[in-house]
């Protein structure tokens, strides 16, 4: 682990590659898993407040799910997660033309009707953060779901901490970024990471 601010950020995020190939996966991430996506303190609320600038975009059971039950429910480990349709597919969630899950409040922000992009646990992923009292844990989420983002992220040599630019800079901010590229640019750092 690597100590940055708050976060104590796993080795796997320097030394892995990643690229996003929504062609092969479809969009998996927006239907697979036992809950749906974490929401951090207020996220729920810009989510509300947004609703009417993408609830078009999405099909009318996904908006009777959101009507029936609320913007965010509470999951198994008692946190706040976005609603799912049919206990699989996120409720924010729409098919475009060519099958391609993806997110009705990104499309909505990608269009400039709002200002919130997505929830910063999607726009992390596979990255997931699990925040305790003095640290935040950084972990990359490795899973199958995401070969074709790996193979990508390989071919064309994008490691996981690049990828995930933006998302660490809203998250955490530039300074915190540039402090995860100066270490990621240090030999001494890349010959270590590759011993282990």
């Not at 100590?3 to 991430?29: P, Q, Y």
């Not at 207020?42 to 999405?58: N, V």
């Not at 390989?154 to 995930?164: D, G, S």
Request: charged share 30%; with cysteine.
């Amino acid at each position: 682990m690597v100590e940055i601010g708050r976060a104590l950020v796993s080795i796997d995020i320097f030394r892995e590659h990643f690229c996003c190939d929504l062609e092969k996966c479809l969009g998996a991430c927006c239907i697979e898993g036992d809950a749906g996506a974490p929401l951090s303190p207020g996220e729920a609320d810009s989510i509300s407040q947004c609703f009417p600038h993408f609830k078009d975009y999405l099909s009318d059971d996904h908006r009777q799910v959101i009507s029936e039950n609320g913007f965010a429910v509470i999951d198994r480990e008692g946190d706040q997660v976005t609603p799912l349709v049919n206990s699989r597919q996120c409720a924010y969630s729409y098919r475009d033309d060519k099958g391609v899950l993806k997110c009705a409040i990104e499309k909505a922000w990608e269009e400039g009707l709002i200002l919130f992009k997505k929830p910063v646990s999607c726009h992390l992923f596979p990255v997931r953060i699990v925040s305790y009292r003095k640290f935040d844990a950084v972990n990359y989420e490795k899973i199958e779901i995401c070969r074709a983002a790996r193979e990508c992220g390989l071919k064309n040599r994008v490691p996981l901490y690049r990828f995930l630019k933006d998302p660490f800079i809203r998250k955490y901010g530039e300074e915190w970024y540039n402090e995860l590229e100066n270490i990621a640019g240090d030999r001494n750092f890349r010959r270590k990471i590759r011993d282990l």
